[in-house]
């Protein structure tokens, strides 16, 4: 498909904003390179230019092997060593149960090498809008008892975003500034807050993994600040810019519109912060970095892109992902469906295999019933009835629909492909909510395995890995601002 940006003269309305347009032979602009192309084991540290000085990466990764738990603590150690952190408060923002992370070792690393320096060493747990982590399971997210928040001395703090009082306001981000952060996507002025725990300590630390991400094109880096402990407000505007430009589109994206905006509202943080950012699997840890988290997560992103994306020749028309307990309800096991959308070919299916699953949220159940599960322009082209929900809401139901079509004059909807539950939510739920409906109980694993000549894939423990097709394959260290908004203003002529 060939996208063609729209004539100067010419504006196309989404959802409220205008969709400026945008000059095709503009340049992209392209990321430094940190390391360069990606061999066996990178360099320990290597050096690059951030707001005007010399800044250290320190780490190092490999697509083709794992780091041992010395060499992570080697990492660790020459990154406490770099840090003027004697005598001061810590707080390290880390990942819920939904992300595979090696957080037992890391919490022990860090307490080995930052320990005995710091006056505090607390963590807050970015759940953005996930619902709050019991003690058993902070217990089991850090490999330590915990009771009341607490382990020892230290804090694991639950992020309360469903109590307005968690935040603080850092400021705003004009409407003129969103308007070019996002190439004249949207324009609004975004509040950005953020848990004022933030305000109590010294110094920040973002200690996260990286993968391709359906809103943000990968993961990690600031995001752990948004959505991970950021108010409504950001989150909502965020996520919904995402789903405007699509899944299918963002997706295992390097440098994206969201992406920019997050940096710009993490460049408001009143504290030094610096980020641990992971390349992880199920066998281990194959990159760990730390530095400034715009550089730790650019290098992080570069090795996710060879250890998180499958390339395939042709599209496959029907898939199983079967979903891995740490997915307990639709809202995180959506991306069972996210991360094979690209694969899929028109007119397939994508079935959500989780028998243990029977909530499709456990925080946003009632408005997602209300709603149901719609491609992007069932939305779009009947804004006056949908323009008053969250748009984190609306973005998550377009995600899991994937793309597809909606006709105002007929109130007909032509998804792409077909998403299918094989879940413990009842058919009914399922009918209601406008997904399809499989039995789990009638599903043979070996029936479906080793099919794939014949257009028929199953990805054991679906959610983290990407598939894409061999032909959209793009350099991942590039930003893609223009080419993406460029195909959402030629989407909507």
Same mark, same amino acid.
């Given at each position: 498909m060939v996208w063609r940006a729209r004539p100067a003269s010419q504006r196309t309305v989404l959802a409220g904003w205008s969709v400026a347009s945008v000059s095709?032979?503009?340049?992209?602009?392209?990321?430094?390179?940190?390391?360069?192309?990606?061999?066996?084991?990178?360099?320990?540290?290597?050096?690059?230019?951030?707001?005007?000085?010399?800044?250290?990466?320190?780490?190092?990764?490999?697509?083709?092997?794992?780091?041992?738990?010395?060499?992570?603590?080697?990492i660790v150690a020459q990154a406490a060593q770099s840090e003027h952190i004697d005598g001061k408060r810590v707080l390290v923002i880390i990942p819920d149960g939904t992300r595979t992370m090696p957080m037992p070792a890391m919490f022990s690393l860090f307490h080995e090498s930052l320990g005995p320096r710091v006056k505090a060493l607390d963590y807050l747990v970015a759940l953005g809008?996930?619902?709050?982590?019991?003690?058993?399971?902070?217990?089991?997210?850090?490999?330590?008892?915990?009771?009341?928040?607490?382990?020892?001395?230290?804090?694991?703090?639950?992020?309360?975003?469903?109590?307005?009082?968690?935040?603080?306001?850092?400021?705003?981000?004009?409407?003129?500034?969103?308007?070019?952060?996002?190439?004249?996507?949207?324009?609004?002025?975004?509040?950005?807050?953020?848990?004022?725990?933030?305000?109590?300590?010294?110094q920040i630390f973002i200690c996260g993994p990286v993968f391709p991400h359906e809103v943000v094109g990968f993961s990690g880096g600031n995001k752990y600040f948004f959505p991970g402990i950021a108010s409504p407000e950001i989150i909502n505007f965020t996520h919904w810019l995402g789903a405007l430009i699509t899944n299918f589109e963002v997706i295992g994206s390097g440098y994206t519109p969201v992406r920019a905006v997050i940096d710009r509202a993490a460049s408001m943080i009143p504290k030094p912060v610096s980020c641990f950012a992971l390349v992880v699997g199920r066998e281990g840890?194959?990159?760990?970095?730390?530095?400034?988290?715009?550089?730790?997560?650019?290098?992080?992103?570069?090795l996710s892109a060879k250890k998180h994306i499958v390339y395939v020749e042709r599209p496959f028309r029907r /898939?199983?992902?079967?979903? $891995?307990?740490?997915?307990?309800?639709?809202? @995180?096991? *959506? %991306?069972?469906?996210?991360? &094979?959308?690209?694969?899929?070919?028109?007119?397939?299916? /994508?079935?959500?295999?989780? $028998?243990?699953?029977?909530?499709?949220?456990? @925080?946003? *159940? %009632?408005?997602?019933?209300? &709603?149901?599960?719609?491609?992007?322009?069932?939305?779009?082209?009947?804004?006056?009835?949908f323009k008053e929900y969250p748009g984190g809401i609306l973005a998550h139901s377009t995600h899991v629909k994937g793309l597809g079509q909606y006709d105002a004059a007929t109130g007909l909807e032509t998804p792409r492909i077909r998403v299918t539950l094989a879940t413990g939510?009842?058919?009914?739920?399922?009918?209601?909510?406008?997904?399809?409906?499989?039995?789990?109980?009638?599903?043979?694993?070996?029936?479906?395995?080793?099919?794939?000549?014949?257009?028929?894939l199953v990805v054991p423990r679906a959610g983290e890995i990407l598939y894409r097709l061999q032909k959209d394959r793009e350099p991942v260290d590039r930003d893609k601002s223009l080419a993406l908004t460029v195909k959402v203003a030629d989407q909507n002529r």
């Open positions: 095709i032979c503009a340049c992209e602009l392209e990321l430094t390179a940190i390391f360069g192309v990606y061999g066996r084991v990178e360099r320990l540290a290597g050096i690059v230019e951030h707001s005007g000085e010399k800044r250290v990466v320190i780490g190092k990764g490999s697509a083709e092997r794992n780091l041992s738990i010395d060499e992570m603590g080697e809008t996930h619902r709050v982590m019991s003690d058993a399971e902070l217990s089991q997210l850090v490999g330590r008892p915990v009771k009341n928040e607490m382990t020892g001395e230290t804090h694991v703090f639950n992020h309360h975003w469903e109590d307005p009082n968690t935040f603080v306001s850092l400021g705003t981000i004009s409407a003129k500034e969103i308007r070019e952060l996002t190439r004249g996507l949207m324009a609004q002025d975004v509040p950005v807050g953020l848990n004022k725990l933030i305000l109590d300590y010294d840890v194959a990159g760990l970095y730390f530095g400034a988290p715009e550089e730790a997560w650019k290098t992080a992103s570069r /898939v199983l992902s079967v979903m $891995p307990q740490m997915y307990r309800d639709l809202w @995180t096991a *959506g %991306k069972g469906m996210y991360k &094979i959308e690209p694969a899929v070919a028109d007119g397939g299916e /994508v079935v959500i295999y989780s $028998p243990h699953l029977t909530e499709i949220s456990y @925080t946003h *159940g %009632k408005l997602l019933q209300e &709603i149901g599960y719609h491609c992007r322009d069932y939305f779009l082209k009947q804004w006056d009835r939510i009842p058919e009914s739920v399922c009918r209601s909510i406008n997904l399809g409906y499989l039995d789990p109980a009638t599903i043979n694993l070996d029936e479906w395995r080793n099919r794939e000549n014949e257009g028929i």
